[in-house]
């Protein structure tokens, strides 16, 4: 995983040393440099995509996990990048490469200009040569591994250029467009020779035009003259220890963001300008000419990752698209005389920080995309799609867009979906949205002056709670089902009762509850499935066929109350699904029957987040059938779908003998987190305490929040919390700052190099000097956090 996060990076740039940002994405609507495409000089290739659980071992024999695989689709970095280029930009682009003598070719001519690239400079059939090919080995993490055959792409015979035949061929057109000012800018990766590189790179250093060039493809060296020749030269942690010629062992060297500054000003002094390195999973680093550098932290997925192919291409022709866009932005504010050469190559260096990070996160938000689909050419996004990411990122943080440095230094943070790089002054920049246990508003009734008598009472009271946004409601016991004779008599009896309010029950229908959360500001987060007491004896996993069609049945009932609710999740928890006694049960079937019963729920529900909320054990049962967080991780590899995962509590966790933040991260890295409830508790036999968060494993809690910062968890926190004695609005605001304050402190952690040399060493007394103190000793230059303690 930590090669596909070094292809994404989103949200969070800061100049060196750091600064806040605070502007939202303001791309051009496309266009570029109108009437100039972009001008990409490169290889086209046919991937076979091979699905396989491990990667094989020298001289091993590995089989795929399914027999239907080995899916054909066009790729090879040129053609990736061409195709991206059109479909992100208005502008077009032109590609130049080189087709082989085979039926593949022309799947890859009907590809290209499918997508509207222009392809008539491309060298014609090598003679005796295939297409390029690629053999990509797809893990289900969507890690890759994967075998180039350069074919055409190895040879560059004649082609047409005006009309007559050139030696050179498609070279000799590359050169020809460049030379003329035919195009904005030039795109270059290192999957077809040096040679045809370093001709066009020259030739448009000569003309003015700015060239971006890929360091992804052949591992060789690189001239001097050609890092000259770039604008921008992009490698990766690995590309980037290769060029700068064994001076750093391994990738860990560069875990310092010094070291990455210092390996860039390394090719800077062989003759590079601008220098961006990705980082992995702390994004990337883009060091310009002139020595100033910007600092960017990943974008979130929108969804699981599935195949990082070509996503890294995306990226960079995202970056290209955007750039030209900016630089013809530039050119537009500058009046027309003397300025001819400003929205070429010399304009670059022109560029305020700003515009270089706003082309950044363009891409970024488009290599997010990428991962999420399978393949290379399939699974570039359109325009459109990315800027709805970018936008569905960005809106969230807008109400902390005013943080700044504060007095000591201190490092001003906003929030948004995601943001976790971002770090700041302020907890009140926190991105989760909050919810909170809505049972727990009929305690203490004597402190609350409405009506806390049933479900509406309830969801009245939650919603003065300061920073609470998400009401979550169980099912059945505070709705009624949809549909049917249940919510017809309920309709009905609400409509008899002269001065409105609940039901006799208590119970809200579906339609009541939305309109009172409307009247409230507030918004259903997820819908909580209790299963009754008819269900004693198993409700998913009963014996009983009947029993357990009626039990799916109400789980899918849930899902429809939750999708007409407008919430995104459907949370089930069992308290009856499991055993006490050896024999009691077949452990086989009973696994069976969970297995299937989630798939019925999640294809029913295909649109919904189907979660499992796993507790080890609980008085109606000592032995869930889920027992642990690896037991729930397996059956998600089970059920096998898309839209199930996992809900994680706190005290489940604990009550299981495991680390809930060692839980929360391996649910989250491998996209299975759905959703997080937090409390805390001693855990004395026999006892879930649901005390307040943090109070009694403070430490506990602070990594567990590191880790759903690290994850990116983009779901919403609830707060499983039974506040007998206390004051229930004021238990849950608390809730709420102390997760805000961990939330802030995670933020400022994971920038710290002191967590990273605790990582590095396993130094433990390092590591609880860190919870207590902070990243830096209280009192000193630019201290940016108390410790874990610190929590008012």
């Known amino acids: 995983m930590r090669a596909l996060l070094a292809l994404l990076t989103c949200a969070w740039v800061t100049a060196l040393p750091w600064k806040p940002r605070h502007a939202a994405l303001r791309i051009p609507r496309g266009g570029g440099d109108p009437g100039r495409p972009i001008l990409v000089v490169g290889s086209m290739n046919v991937d076979t995509i091979i699905e396989v659980d491990r990667f094989p071992d020298s001289g091993e024999t590995v089989t795929t996990p399914s027999p239907n695989t080995g899916k054909t689709v066009a790729g090879g970095k040129g053609c990736n990048q061409a195709v991206a280029i059109s479909k992100l930009g208005g502008a077009g682009c032109s590609f130049v490469g080189n087709f082989g003598n085979d039926l593949h070719a022309s799947m890859l001519r009907s590809v290209l200009e499918g997508h509207g690239v222009d392809v008539s400079a491309c060298g014609e059939n090598s003679p005796d040569l295939p297409s390029g090919q690629g053999l990509v080995f797809l893990k289900r993490d969507g890690t890759i591994a994967s075998v180039v055959i350069g074919g055409a792409n190895a040879v560059w015979p004649e082609a047409k250029t005006k009309g007559a035949k050139t030696k050179g061929g498609g070279l000799a057109a590359a050169v020809e467009a460049v030379t003329s000012r035919r195009v904005c800018a030039v795109l270059l990766q290192r999957e077809v020779p040096e040679h045809v590189n370093e001709a066009v790179a020259a030739a448009a250093h000569a003309a003015g035009i700015p060239v971006l060039q890929d360091i992804g493809g052949e591992d060789r060296p690189i001239s001097d003259a050609q890092l000259?020749?770039?604008?921008?030269?992009?490698?990766?942690l690995t590309e980037l220890r290769r060029l700068t010629g064994g001076a750093f062992s391994s990738d860990a060297d560069f875990d310092d963001d010094a070291a990455v500054l210092q390996a860039a000003k390394a090719l800077q002094a062989r003759g590079a300008r601008n220098v961006l390195v990705t980082l992995g999973e702390r994004g990337c680093l883009l060091l310009r000419e002139g020595g100033a550098a910007l600092r960017e932290a990943c974008c979130p997925l929108p969804a699981a990752a599935v195949d990082e192919t070509g996503a890294g291409d995306c990226f960079r022709a995202a970056f290209a698209v955007a750039l030209t866009e900016q630089l013809a932005k530039a050119e537009e504010k500058i009046p027309a005389e003397g300025n001819s050469g400003d929205s070429g190559a010399a304009g670059v260096a022109s560029l305020e920080d700003e515009a270089l990070r706003e082309s950044l996160r363009f891409a970024s938000a488009a290599g997010a995309l990428a991962v999420t689909r399978l393949g290379a050419v399939p699974a570039i996004p359109s325009r459109a799609e990315v800027l709805e990411l970018h936008r569905a990122a960005e809106a969230p943080r807008e109400a902390g867009a005013g943080a700044g440095v504060g007095a000591k230094g201190a490092l001003a943070v906003r929030g948004g979906c995601g943001a976790y790089g971002e770090v700041g002054g302020a907890e009140e920049g926190c991105p989760w949205r909050f919810a909170s246990r809505l049972n727990s508003m009929k305690d203490r009734p004597e402190l609350w002056d409405g009506d806390a008598a049933g479900v509406a009472g309830w969801v009245m009271r939650q919603a003065i709670v300061q920073g609470l946004d998400l009401v979550d409601f169980n099912f059945p016991q505070h709705l009624v089902p949809l549909g049917g004779e249940a919510e017809a008599e309920a309709a009905q009896e609400a409509a008899q009762e002269a001065a409105g309010g609940a039901q006799k029950d208590g119970r809200l229908t579906v339609g009541e509850a939305k309109k009172l959360l409307g009247e409230l500001g507030l918004e259903c987060g997820a819908v909580c499935l209790r299963y009754p007491n008819k269900f004693r004896a198993g409700a998913l996993t009963n014996p009983d066929a009947l029993l357990r069609r009626e039990?799916?049945?109400?789980?899918?009932?849930?899902?429809?109350?939750?999708?007409?609710?407008?919430?995104?999740?459907?949370?089930?928890?069992?308290?009856?699904?499991?055993?006490?006694?050896?024999?009691?049960?077949?452990?086989?079937?009973?696994?069976?029957?969970?297995?299937?019963?989630?798939?019925?729920?999640?294809?029913?529900?295909?649109?919904?987040?189907?979660?499992?909320?796993?507790k080890p054990t609980d008085e109606n049962m000592r032995f869930f059938c889920v027992p642990s967080t690896g037991a729930a991780l397996l059956l998600c590899d089970d059920v096998n779908r898309d839209n199930f995962g996992l809900t994680m509590d706190l005290g489940h966790c604990l009550a299981a003998g495991e680390n809930p933040a060692q839980s929360v991260a391996m649910v989250g890295l491998r996209g299975k987190l759905f959703g997080v409830q937090l409390n805390d508790g001693y855990q004395r036999i026999g006892a879930e305490d649901g005390l307040l968060f943090g109070s009694v494993h403070p430490h506990m809690a602070q990594e567990l929040c590191l880790w759903l910062v690290k994850t990116r968890f983009a779901g919403h926190i609830y707060f499983d919390t039974f506040p007998r004695n206390e004051d229930p609005v004021a238990e849950a605001e608390r809730n709420i700052r102390t997760a805000k304050k961990f939330w802030l402190k995670a933020t400022q952690l994971l920038a710290s190099q002191k967590l990273r040399d605790c990582w590095e060493t396993h130094d433990g007394i390092a590591a609880l000097d860190l919870a207590e103190n902070g990243p830096k000793a209280p009192g000193s230059e630019g201290e940016v956090m108390g410790g874990v303690f610190d929590t008012e």
């Open 228 to 236: 000259s020749h770039c604008d921008f030269v992009s490698p990766n």
């Open 551 to 614: 039990a799916v049945e109400l789980t899918v009932a849930a899902g429809r109350a939750a999708e007409a609710l407008g919430a995104k999740e459907l949370v089930v928890w069992s308290a009856f699904d499991g055993y006490d006694y050896s024999l009691q049960v077949d452990y086989e079937a009973m696994w069976s029957r969970v297995v299937a019963a989630f798939q019925e729920v999640c294809d029913a529900c295909p649109g919904l987040k189907v979660s499992l909320e796993f």
